[in-house]
């Protein structure tokens, strides 16, 4: 498969995707991270005192490993905890669907850089296999949670405002394609007397 074809098919449209980076450097190394997708660029922001910073200054190149059926994955990999993995261009790799790209520091800010990446292979097992967006998963959490509005009692209520606001916040930043429909359930809320943060 062509490579961006198979980017496209794992990073289907702008938001963030959360996936496994593999770096190597002072030492090898995956962590969780949001890929941030806008118009078919590829970047990240990585804080300046994580392994991945420093191992990016050593070796500026990444693997962008596609998880989505092992959720125990991310926890072990944001607890550095032990984990299998294969070295491909001398980077980890723990997926069959994984993209490898050049790393550039575009933005250098007091406690963060954001990276651009730019993408040179991918190993891809599957068709039409996509990266884990969480904003697809709260909106599906929102819409559980909507349908009990009615039901909760004053102090669930209140407590649940507060998780929809927040599921709302994220789905917002993180899945711009659903923005239309957000907009109708807050619209559909606030209809029926209830206030967002």
């Known amino acids: 498969m ?3 074809e198979a980017i496209k098919n ?3 449209s702008n938001g963030i995707y959360e996936v496994i980076l593999g770096t190597k450097g002072i030492r090898d190394n995956i962590s969780p991270i949001g890929v941030i997708v806008n118009e078919n660029q590829l970047k990240v922001k990585l804080y300046k005192c994580t392994t991945t910073y420093q191992n990016i200054l050593v ?3 990444c693997s962008i490993n596609v998880v989505i059926d092992n959720p125990k994955m ?3 990999a944001l607890f550095d905890k032990s984990v299998k993995y294969n070295l491909i261009h001398g980077l980890p790799v723990v997926s069959d669907n994984v993209i490898f790209s050049n790393c550039k520091i575009i933005e250098d800010h ?3 850089v954001i990276l651009s990446l730019d993408p040179f292979d991918v190993k891809y097992s599957r068709q039409k296999i996509s990266a884990f967006n969480r904003g697809n998963c709260l909106f599906i959490d929102l819409l559980v949670n909507i349908t009990r509005l009615d039901i909760f009692s004053r102090e669930e209520l209140e407590s649940m405002l ?3 606001s927040y599921e709302i916040k994220v789905i917002k930043r993180t899945q711009p394609n659903l923005l239309d429909i957000i907009r109708e359930i807050e619209d559909l809320i606030r209809s029926k007397g ?3 943060e």
Do not use: A, H, R, S
Request: no cysteine.
């Open 74 to 76: 991310f926890y072990l």
């Open 110 to 112: 007091t406690e963060y």
């Open 194 to 196: 209830y206030k967002l």
């Open 59 to 61: 070796y500026p190149y």
């Open 2 to 4: 062509e490579l961006q």
């Open 10 to 12: 794992i990073f289907p």
């Open 162 to 164: 507060k998780v929809i």
